[in-house]
Structures are given as structure tokens and as C-alpha cells.
């Protein structure tokens, strides 16, 4: 992706992609985590790793499609919350695991849209109108459909259990949802027009909409494949802890999927980046969470750790792709 | 629920008759005024019908704020259910903010009920610093304070809860004679909140034991923040780390299931013992499904009870705001798999006399 984006435009400087480097620094960490921590480098532990940042992942390809197409959604968790929490209370008033999956699935689509219509015919930016819609759908959700902080998963219902726990070839099933997701998302974003358009749009979305693409649909799908996808991370999340815990929705992990997003060089200007970015931010993040953890650090270590990271990336991107008069957004 | 209505009704009744009467004629008994905190005291050869008045009156019309850390969960619920209860019952207004665990918008809830001068305040600490000086402000306006289970660096007129400090000693000793010689002597700690009340407390009770034994070693000690995806993870980490550990031990319900699932993931269910607090309907079922080995109840139910007769003593005693600091430290016993199913063991925040099956 970076190779045909560098074709495109005029030659950089910089060769080096962040992709690149962040890989380096994930291979580093754990070479260093392999020689000093006993434990780290074995079978279990780095699958247990893998398992652990899955769900993040999942969340991260999915902001990573509206991210590239110069979007950004903060309704993300929101969305996959309220879609979850409300399948799992079905399930538990006796509805069918696929119907109440179902009427999941509509709920998320749905959200997706209204973000959709909202950001493309409204034009409101994506900032304030995922912000608004975020905190709109959780506030209404928990008054009038949800019963609870927490959705347990009844008893009987192996199957989202599953998604969350199961090992099939002793393999944890999130590792596989994600490297699904992240091999579908790669196809679709690099491979088919529609996810060419995606970039089209994020690069430049005037000139985007004047070489023909129906730049406002377009809009309309990149958020609602973000809530979608958005809603498989729930899934699993809930799967593996058997239950879904809405707390999480005010909880910092919005700002995590930003942060594996940007860590692995999906800018915030739009056009860059892609699904390998993703793995490679998320692999960081599971590799740092892990070692802290062998390390035994308290939340104040962890947290000062986690702030220097996003800095640096940060700092990175501001590098590699400096503001312009073409990349400069509102704010800025 | 019928019951529980029909007797409202009936003590609503009788709070308006005994309103109209004082209202009809003032018998010059000393009755409580308008201003919390400042109700007078009834002297000791006053009527029954004097006491009565006295009692009623100071609840009458009474505005009893609840603020906990966040609602939908059994622990929050079942004590508001039990409020609300007590309190409307003898014709108090009974006014519930829930932050949804959010500490700004716990801390901006408190501020904005302080204005509207409530004349009981109960709130759940988020941390032991947060409303440290609301409180102490609430008290200095007349409104009367009770903290519960998680108690504030500032102590108000009343804490109700577990005594953490001793729970803290109860479950650290129980783990080091199932974790002692002949074991690992391997143990992972879950925190709440690192900053909370609850934390600090059972971390002191736990250090104090653990010191007098070598043979148990802490390996992890983690804060998850209640979440049940943070223990989940933290403790699969921590399991692939030490495959011998012998016990994790959470400190809530809710959080330490997700400690329990990655432990039964790994396979070691049957070793690793799993131990908790609280005794919402997830312990009873976790014991029951072999997940958790123990937990400790503190008689939440109860809790919200004896915060509704704190509340009334308080309302009658005639006492100014933070004159006198008091804790009602709640009954702890023990539920293991071999009691989980007895009637009452567990509470849903829904739902009286519960029994899992």
C-alpha cells in the first residue's frame, strides 16, 4: 500500500515508514523481554498476548477504515456496547442466539448510518458528530433498552462463549477473528476499487468527488463497516470474560484504539497507512502490555509507559508527515 | 412486593395523619425543625405520642440524596432499592444521581446536590480523595453524611460497610492455610481501584498477615478497576507466568470472575484457588459452576438497611452535621461451595430472599 501511495505522489525524503519502524521496535522489545523476563518467549505466553489485544485489534481495523478515508469515530466503543449488551440481554430473555445476534447487528448497522448521514449530508465534522452520537446512543441505550451496567451471557449460550474462549487447533478463537478481519479488511481496502475509493477519499476528497466517486455513499459505508466491524470486537469481549460490562464505554479504550491506530502509522491526515499498521500498533501495544504485567509495574508506571508511547508515535507522524496546506484540518 | 407496598402505604398513612395532628394542635413538644441538623432533642419524660411526633416529623418532607460510584451493578442497586425503600416509606424524598463510574461527573453530582442542600447525603467513594472535601463541606452546611463500604481520607457522621481492614486479615488468612507449606505458596492479587478505599484497606488487613508468612509469596499484585476484562487479562498473563500459582484473589465479584474465566481458559481451575468478596447472584453461581473457591459476603442487603436506620438516627438525633463519627461494620461470613445455595446467600439488587439454583 505505502509502495503504490509513494508512486502516486511526489518522492519523500523519509524511506522509512513508520510501519516499518514500529515493527523494528515490536522485534526489539521482544528480543529484550525474551533475554530478561523468564516466561515471556514461550508458545503459551505469546499466544496469551495475541489473545489478550485481539478485541483491541479488531477495533483498531475497524477505526483504522474511517481513520484512512480522513475520518475518525468516537461513537466506535459506544456503538459496539450498546449493540453487544443489548444481544446478550435478548439471549438472556429467551430469544434465539442468531435472531438476538441479529437484531444486534441491525441496532450497529444502524448507528453506523445515522454516522454516516450525519458526517457526509450534514457535514457536521466526524469529530463532534461521533462525539454527539456516542454519547447520545449509550445515554438512551442504558435508560430505555439495557437493564444493567453488566450483560451476563446465559448459561446455555455456548456459542458467543466460544468466540471469546474457544481453541479451536489450540489456537485462542479471537487470534483467529482478528487475523480474519485483518485479511478481509487488507483485501477489500487494497485489492478492490471500493477500498481504493476509501484512500481516494482520505488523500484528497475534493478531487476524490470530481473524478467521479459518489464521495457522500462512500462516507456512508466507511462508517457503517466500521461499526460493524466494531460489533465482532464486542462479541468477543463479552465472549471471553462471559459477560459484557458497558462500563467500558467511558473507559479509556477509545483512546486506545486511537493509540494502536496512529502508533503504527495510520495518520490522522487521512490516505495512509493500512491493516499491517494495525497489527503492527497492536502487536506493540500486546507485547508492552504483557511485559509490564511479567514485570509486575503498578497502574502509575504502566500509564507513564503508555503516555511516552503515544508521544513518540506522535511525534513520528508529525515527522513523516508533516502538516501542509493539503493535510491542514480544522483545529489544527 | 405487594406486601412490601401495602405496608408503605400504610406507614405513608400514618406519617400523614401524624402531620395533620401537629398541624392541628401544637401539644409543645419539641419538634424537629425545618433545617437538617438542627432538630431538637426530645426530653426523656416525653409521651409516647410525643416520641411518635418527634420521629415522624423529622422525616417528613426530608431530602435523602444518594451518590454512588455507578448504578447496574446488584452491589449499587440493591442498596438503592433498600433506601428508596426505607426512606420514602416514611415520607422522605428520596433523590439518586448515578456518575456511571465516571470520577469527574461523581465528583460534579456531589458539588450540584451540596447546592440544593439535601438533608442526608449518601455516598459510595471513588477514591479516598475525591470527595474528601465535599464531604467535609456537606457537614458544614447541615447536611448529614454517611459514606458506604468505600470509605473517604475524610470521615463523615457515618460509614456503613465491610470492615476492610478485617476482611483483609479474614481472606490473607484463609489463603496462607490453603496456600501454605506443600504448596507454591504462589498468590495473585487483584485490586479494585488502586486509590479506593476498599483497595487500601484490605492491602493493609492482607500485608499485615502475609508479613508473619514467608511461605506465601505474592507474585502479582495488579489493580484492574473493577473491570472484568482488565482481571481477565492480567490474570491470563500471570497464570502463563506462573502455572504453579495457587490462589488469585480479587477483590469484587464482578471483577474477579473475569480473573476466574482466564484461569479456567488455562486449565487450571482445579489448582488455582480463586477467592472474592461481595455476594451478588455472580459469586453463588461462580461457586456453584466451580469457578470461585470463596468468597465473603458483607451483608449488602443489610447495608442498605442499616444506612435507612443510621439516616433516621441521624434526622431525629438533634446532633449538628460532623459532631460525632460512627461505623456500623457489617456481619462477614463466609460462602464457599458447600453453602452458595442456601436461601438468602446471595442478593440480585432486584429481588428479596433470594436462592440460586
Known amino acids: 500500500m505505502t509502495t503504490m501511495l509513494a508512486r502516486l505522489r511526489p518522492a519523500r525524503r523519509v524511506t522509512w515508514g513508520q510501519e516499518q519502524i514500529v515493527l523494528l521496535v515490536v522485534v526489539a522489545l521482544v528480543i529484550v ?57 435478548l439471549m438472556g430473555s429467551g430469544l434465539s442466539t442468531p435472531l438476538a445476534l441479529l437484531v444486534g447487528l ?52 455456548g456459542f458467543v462463549r466460544y468466540l471469546g474462549q474457544g481453541r479451536p487447533l489450540g489456537i485462542p478463537m479471537p487470534v483467529l477473528l482478528f487475523a480474519a478481519v485483518a485479511v478481509v479488511a487488507h483485501v477489500l481496502l487494497s485489492r478492490l476499487t471500493r477500498g481504493r475509493f476509501v484512500y481516494a477519499h482520505g488523500d484528497n476528497s475534493e478531487a ?125 | 412486593m405487594a406486601r412490601v407496598t401495602s405496608a408503605r402505604t400504610a406507614l405513608l398513612v400514618g406519617a400523614l395523619a401524624a402531620a395533620l395532628a401537629l398541624t392541628s394542635c401544637t401539644s409543645g413538644a419539641k419538634s424537629g425543625t425545618a433545617a437538617a441538623g438542627s432538630g431538637d432533642q426530645l426530653a426523656g419524660n416525653a409521651s409516647t405520642e410525643q416520641l411518635r411526633d418527634h420521629a415522624l416529623k423529622s422525616l417528613q418532607g426530608k431530602t435523602v440524596a444518594f451518590v454512588p460510584v455507578g448504578m447496574g451493578t446488584p452491589l449499587t442497586e440493591e442498596w438503592s432499592r433498600q433506601i428508596k425503600r426505607g426512606f420514602e416509606a416514611l415520607g422522605a424524598k428520596y433523590i439518586l444521581r448515578d456518575p456511571n463510574w465516571d470520577v469527574a461527573k461523581q465528583a460534579d453530582a456531589v458539588t450540584s446536590l451540596i447546592n440544593q442542600k439535601p438533608d442526608l447525603l449518601i455516598v459510595h467513594n471513588f477514591d479516598v480523595q475525591l470527595l474528601a472535601k465535599l464531604i467535609q463541606k456537606a457537614e458544614e452546611q447541615g447536611t448529614y453524611v454517611i459514606q458506604v463500604n468505600m470509605v473517604s481520607n475524610y470521615k463523615s457522621d457515618a460509614f456503613v460497610g465491610a470492615d476492610t481492614i478485617g476482611l483483609g486479615r479474614k481472606m490473607a488468612n484463609d489463603i496462607v492455610s490453603v496456600c501454605g507449606k506443600g504448596t507454591s505458596g504462589k498468590i495473585q492479587i487483584v485490586q479494585g481501584d488502586a486509590t479506593s478505599g476498599f483497595t487500601l484497606g484490605l492491602m493493609q488487613g492482607a500485608n499485615e498477615v502475609f508479613k508473619q508468612h514467608p511461605e506465601v509469596k505474592v507474585v502479582s499484585t495488579q489493580a484492574a478497576n473493577w473491570d472484568r476484562s482488565k482481571a ?27 480473573a476466574a474465566t482466564a484461569i479456567k481458559e488455562a486449565g487450571k481451575i482445579g489448582q488455582v484457588k480463586v477467592f472474592t468478596s461481595d455476594h451478588s447472584v455472580v459469586t453463588c453461581e461462580a461457586l456453584r ?41 457489617t456481619q462477614l461470613y463466609k460462602i464457599d461451595r458447600s453453602n452458595w445455595n442456601q436461601p438468602n446467600m446471595c442478593y440480585d439488587g432486584k429481588h428479596d430472599g433470594l436462592t440460586v439454583h
Open chain 1, 33 to 89: 523481554f525474551s533475554v530478561t523476563l523468564g516466561g515471556f518467549f514461550t508458545l503459551n505466553n505469546l499466544l496469551d498476548l495475541a489473545r489478550s489485544v485481539s478485541a483491541l485489534g479488531i477495533l483498531g481495523i475497524a477505526m483504522a477504515v474511517v481513520v484512512i478515508a480522513r475520518g475518525l469515530d468516537l461513537s466506535l466503543i459506544a456503538s459496539m456496547g450498546v449493540s453487544t449488551a443489548l444481544a446478550i440481554q
Open chain 1, 106 to 157: 441491525v441496532v450497529v448497522v444502524a448507528l453506523g448510518v445515522l454516522n454516516g448521514v450525519i458526517i457526509a449530508f450534514v457535514e457536521i465534522p466526524p469529530l463532534f458528530a461521533t462525539l454527539a452520537t456516542g454519547l447520545f446512543v449509550y445515554g438512551f441505550a442504558r435508560s430505555a433498552w439495557l437493564n444493567g451496567l453488566i450483560a451476563d451471557i446465559p448459561r446455555d449460550r
Open chain 1, 208 to 332: 476524490a468527488a470530481l473524478s467521479g466517486i459518489a464521495v457522500r455513499p462512500l462516507t456512508i459505508g466507511e462508517y457503517t463497516v466500521c461499526a460493524a466491524i466494531g460489533y465482532l470486537a464486542g462479541l468477543v469481549l463479552a465472549g471471553s470474560v462471559g459477560g459484557f460490562n458497558t462500563q467500558v464505554i467511558n473507559s479509556s479504550l477509545i483512546y486506545d484504539v486511537l493509540l494502536v491506530v496512529v502508533i503504527g502509522g495510520v495518520s490522522l491526515v487521512g490516505g495512509r497507512g493500512g491493516v499491517l499498521s494495525v497489527v503492527v500498533g497492536t502487536a506493540l501495544i500486546g507485547v508492552m502490555l504483557n511485559g509490564m504485567t511479567i514485570m509486575n509495574l503498578n497502574v502509575h508506571q504502566q500509564n507513564i509507559i503508555k503516555g511516552l508511547i503515544l508521544l513518540a508515535a506522535l511525534v513520528l507522524d508529525n515527522r513523516l508527515h508533516p502538516r501542509d496546506e493539503e493535510t491542514v484540518r480544522q483545529g489544527d
Open chain 2, 232 to 258: 481477565h487479562d492480567i490474570t491470563a498473563t500471570v497464570i502463563q507466568q506462573h502455572p504453579d500459582l495457587c490462589a488469585s484473589w480479587g477483590f469484587w465479584d464482578q471483577m474477579e470472575y473475569g
Open chain 2, 289 to 329: 459452576d466451580k469457578l470461585f473457591y470463596q468468597s465473603y459476603a458483607y451483608s449488602v442487603p443489610t447495608q442498605g438497611t442499616d444506612i435507612v436506620a443510621i439516616g433516621k438516627y441521624l434526622l431525629q438525633s438533634g446532633l449538628k452535621p460532623g459532631t460525632a463519627r460512627t461505623a456500623d461494620y
